[in-house]
Structures are given as structure tokens and as C-alpha cells.
């Protein structure tokens, strides 16, 4: 292999550790070569185990999920808090709107509650849990968004879903964060949910942030959504445990803090 093969390999390689995700098309303009040399990379890359192939580009290969985070775990993980946060969020939803719930833990509480309102609206999700807690009832329109499926975390994620989510627009958005903190914003443990997260950010009118107080002040692997420089309605919901310094910190982000008591 030549030296600008490898050169293009590690090109490559580089865009989807940064990105976690790649485009055939893109990478046939940036590198001057043919598809079928970009899609004899991404094989290459694939047996290094550095990436997946996906139609039409590939996605990073994130390291095994910790089982900490794993789903079923995270649930139970201060779940009085998560309760009396999604107790807070479940007011502000209003009849006929379109909301996202993404696939964090207090957010599948909020979809408990949502589930037994009366109001009529519309869900999209990536989640399965909450699709499931919230199918059953007709006046809830429910979006299940694909994509490939995360086995550890119960939802779906990748180009595919980042590409039907782009397509939409919603009143407001639900998210859970892995950490939250004045000096680095919104953070979370892989680039994947950075994807996602950021792209539910930029489609939404207002941004609702649902974290117990073990996020409040932690900084996790990857910052993402640049949560100050966004001009529209955000909020941050948390429970009376939340470190005071950290909660002012983060009104001077320009999130409106709601503190609940458990």
C-alpha cells in the first residue's frame, strides 16, 4: 500500500473518531477518489474494527458501554429524584404539541406521567421504553424513530436517525444528560448520543434539560449542543441536591433553573 493510501486511511479513520459517523459521498470529494476506493477503505477499517459500514458510509465502533450506564442500571440509579423531576416536566407539556423524549432514564419516567395525562399530542423518540409506555393510548401520536439498534441503552441511533430527525420540527424537547456543568454545558459518554442530542437541539423550539443532581457540575467524555450560544427558550430541571454554585453557574449560561425538593 502506498503511502497515500495510508494517508487516506488515517484521513478517514481520524473523521469518523471525531464525527462518529461518515458519508461515502463526502469522503470520495474531500479524498479525490473513486467510490469504490473509499468503500475498499472502509472494509479495511471494518476488519481493523475501527468503524461499522453503514449504507452509504460507515459509523464509529464506540467502546463497550460501561454497566454503569447500562439501561436497566441507570433506571434505578436515584430514582425518588428522577420522579419528582418528571412530576416538574409533565406541566409544561401543553395539548397538541409535538414533543421529543429522548432515551435517558428520567425521561422514561416523564413518559409514565405523560402517559397517564389526558392531553392529546404528538411523541417522536429513539427510545424504545418510552414507545412502549406511550403506544398503547390513542390520543398520543407516537413517532418511533429507526436506525441501528443499541442493545445496551434500548434505542436506536446513526446517520439514518439523525436523518429523519433532521426532516422534523418539534414545540419542545426532553433530554437527559450524562453531566451538566457551568464550565462545559451539556456532556455525555459517547459521540453517538452527541449526534442525536445535537441535532433534537437545533430542531426544537424549546429545550428542556431533565437531570438529577449527581449530573449537576459533572463533566462527561464529550461536550456537545453549545447550550449558551443558543438563543431560544432552555431550561434545566433538577431536584434540591444540585450543588448551589454549579446551579448559579448555569443560569448564567442562560438556563432557567427549576429546583424541585424529593
Do not use: C, W
Amino acid at each position: 500500500m502506498g503511502i497515500n493510501s495510508l494517508k487516506r486511511k488515517e484521513m478517514i479513520r481520524s473523521a469518523v473518531a471525531g464525527r462518529g459517523e461518515v458519508l461515502v459521498s463526502e469522503l470520495v470529494k474531500r479524498l479525490g477518489v473513486s467510490e469504490v476506493t473509499i468503500r475498499r477503505y472502509l472494509e479495511e477499517l471494518e476488519k481493523e474494527g475501527v468503524l461499522t459500514r453503514t449504507y452509504g458510509g460507515a459509523i464509529k465502533n464506540e467502546a463497550r458501554i460501561s454497566p454503569e450506564f447500562l439501561f436497566t442500571e441507570k433506571s434505578q440509579r436515584n430514582l425518588a429524584e428522577k420522579k419528582v423531576i418528571a412530576r416538574a416536566a409533565v406541566n409544561l407539556v401543553r395539548e397538541g404539541e409535538t414533543i421529543f423524549l429522548d432515551s435517558g432514564t428520567t425521561i422514561l419516567e416523564l413518559s409514565r406521567l405523560l402517559k397517564k395525562s389526558r392531553l392529546s399530542f404528538t411523541v417522536a423518540t429513539t427510545s424504545l421504553p418510552v414507545a412502549s409506555e406511550l403506544f398503547p393510548l390513542e390520543r398520543i401520536k407516537v413517532l418511533l424513530l429507526g436506525g441501528f439498534l443499541r442493545r445496551e441503552l434500548f434505542d436506536f441511533f446513526g446517520p439514518f436517525s439523525r436523518e429523519e430527525l433532521s426532516r422534523l420540527t418539534f414545540n419542545q424537547a426532553f433530554l437527559g444528560v450524562d453531566g451538566i456543568s457551568g464550565q462545559e454545558g451539556l456532556t455525555t459518554t459517547d459521540s453517538v448520543t452527541a449526534l442525536i442530542e445535537e441535532t433534537v437541539i437545533k430542531k426544537s423550539q424549546k429545550i428542556n434539560i431533565l437531570a438529577d443532581h449527581s449530573k449537576i457540575g459533572h463533566i462527561a467524555l464529550i461536550p456537545y449542543g453549545n447550550i449558551q450560544g443558543i438563543a431560544k427558550t432552555k431550561r434545566l430541571i433538577t431536584d434540591s441536591g444540585a450543588a448551589p454554585e454549579e446551579l448559579r453557574n448555569l443560569k448564567k449560561m442562560g438556563l432557567e433553573v427549576i429546583v424541585v425538593k424529593v
